[in-house]
């Protein structure tokens, strides 16, 4: 996907695993000083190479300020960061969530707050969520992707994002996207789901494309649940899973399977994706996760081998409670299995580096 130079300086770590990434919520300004503190003593010692920070709506835009968090990072903040990933050798990919997760509960998120015409169903109130499953099918609202003036706000935000970061790599997210083509939408409804799907991919895609920038988006939506029997949360349900073969091959798939070692970056690597497999708080799935990409990596020809990329650490109890959890283990209970996840991660790091010098 990348070349860092954590790869370059350590050319056997980077043969056996190229990325070696962490996902997290970008940190608010009270937790920054902790988080940079994360980075340069915890995540760089351990050979992590990339970092996919979820900012959403906490940062300071001024192309859009309207769209701001409360109290969202700064310039200055960013740079911060900026400045002890590029110290490090470590790649930041911000992510925005495109498409799908734009609401959560019964909390609408900034872009359809304040853009209500972009709504895929403004019939659905998210005031109105009453937990999984409801009548209304409602887990995480959408954009319709094929509103007329959505991608110009979007993409706004997207390019100053990454100018901020000086980066060349989005995660757009696109994860567990129920909503699509509803039938209700006068501009999709009806249409084919996974023709809308990758129509969404492609268009952003190319933007970044444009200037040189790369993609990624998690997998989930381009396997098949009932085929695979994986289900409607870590694959797809509603047919968006075509397509995987409609999208371009340049996107980089986050394979994200949090229970089982689904060996389904296998199907990503055969289709022609760079990939990573992405666990998340079982200590067991994710090991095995890393052995599975190492062994693909060892035993497929070249040609398809280069295609397994590495193991992105995911974490969604949010960053406070994340690094409570890391630097207080004895006394902050919540969520310590992800700290016990990636604290074993860092040590098969730097077990196979030790091993190969």
């Known amino acids: 996907m990348m070349q860092t130079k954590a790869q370059e300086t350590s050319n056997s770590l980077g043969t056996i695993l190229p990325i070696r990434g962490l996902a997290i919520a970008a940190p608010g300004n009270e937790q920054l000083d902790l988080f940079l503190k994360f980075i340069e003593e915890e995540l760089a010692p351990a050979h992590f190479n990339l970092l996919i920070l979820r900012v959403d709506w906490n940062y300071a835009y001024e192309s859009h300020p309207e769209l701001r968090d409360p109290n969202p990072l700064t310039r200055t903040d960013v740079k ?32 359809l707050r304040e853009y209500p015409e972009f709504d895929e169903t403004p019939h659905v109130k998210t005031e109105n969520y009453s937990g999984w499953p409801n009548p209304d099918g409602l887990y995480c609202k959408s954009y319709c992707p094929l509103h007329p003036g959505v991608h110009q706000v979007v993409f706004a935000v997207v390019d100053e994002l990454m100018d901020a970061f000086e980066t060349n790599t989005l995660h757009a997210g696109m994860d567990e996207v129920f909503y699509i083509g509803d039938e209700k939408c006068p501009r999709c409804g009806g249409l084919d789901k996974a ?21 990624m988006i998690w997998g989930d939506r381009l396997i098949d649940g009932k085929a695979t029997g994986i289900g409607e949360w870590e694959a797809s349900m509603n047919n968006t899973h075509r397509a995987i073969d409609l999208i371009p091959k340049d996107v980089f798939i986050c394979d994200w399977h949090y229970d089982r070692a689904e060996p389904t970056s296998v199907l990503f690597a055969m289709k022609g994706f ?38 992105i650490a995911t974490v969604w109890s949010g960053t406070d409670n994340f690094l409570q959890s890391y630097y207080n283990p004895e006394t902050y209970r919540q969520e310590i299995s992800e700290a016990v996840t990636i604290r074993g991660l860092m040590n098969e790091y730097k077990n196979l580096e030790g091993n190969k010098n």
């Not at 002890?84 to 509960?105: M, T």
């Not at 990939?275 to 994710?286: D, G, I, L, S």
Request: aromatic share 6%; glycine share 8%.
């Open 80 to 111: 911060k960061i900026v400045t002890v990933c590029k110290k490090n050798g470590i790649q930041i990919a911000p992510q925005v969530n495109l498409l799908g997760h734009q609401s959560w509960a019964k909390t609408t998120n900034a872009l």
């Open 195 to 215: 023709v809308l799907f990758a129509g969404e991919v492609t268009k952003i895609r190319n933007h970044l494309a444009h200037d040189g920038r790369r993609l």
């Open 274 to 311: 760079d990939v990573a497999t992405c666990p998340w708080k079982n200590p067991e799935v994710a090991r095995q996760q890393l052995a599975d990409m190492i062994g693909w990596r060892e035993n497929a020809n070249p040609g398809f081998a280069h295609h397994f990329q590495g193991i």
